[in-house]
């Protein structure tokens, strides 16, 4: 099974290590750091593959893209991860609307847990 990442956002400073980590667990990545090209990545990839996303929080457009996705795709909203600084007005939207948010700086094992459960949710689904 193919697992697909995109991670949209300007400035996400662990990039590396999550792509680092999400690669080394077989998932491909797609980066955009506009959300509508972020919804398009998705849309393309084969219905077959589990698809999760890392999104930095960078405003109200980060929300629209997670509705889009959750309503519009069927994107299961456990299977995004929101990453936003602390204190950021309307990221809280994004655990309002059931994603994972973290907060930088985040810890290393959480995210890597919640990759682990999604992988896990994907794998029961497909078969």
């Not at 090209?37 to 929080?57: A, F, G, N, T």
């Amino acid at each position: 099974m193919t697992f697909l990442t995109c991670t949209a956002g300007r400035n996400l400073p662990a990039r590396k290590l999550i792509e680092k980590i999400l690669t080394s667990r077989g998932h491909q990545i797609g980066e955009s750091s506009n959300p509508a090209r972020c919804i398009d990545w998705y849309v393309q990839k084969s219905s077959r593959s589990c698809k999760l996303m890392v999104v930095e929080y960078t405003g109200p457009e980060t929300i629209d893209m997670i509705d889009v996705l959750i309503d519009r795709e069927h994107l299961q909203s456990a299977n995004i991860a929101v990453i936003s600084p602390d204190n950021v007005t309307g990221a809280q939207e994004a655990r309002d609307c059931g994603c994972l948010l973290l907060h930088h700086p985040f810890r290393v094992e959480e995210f890597v847990s919640w990759a682990l459960s999604c992988e896990k949710r994907c794998r029961k689904q497909a078969a």
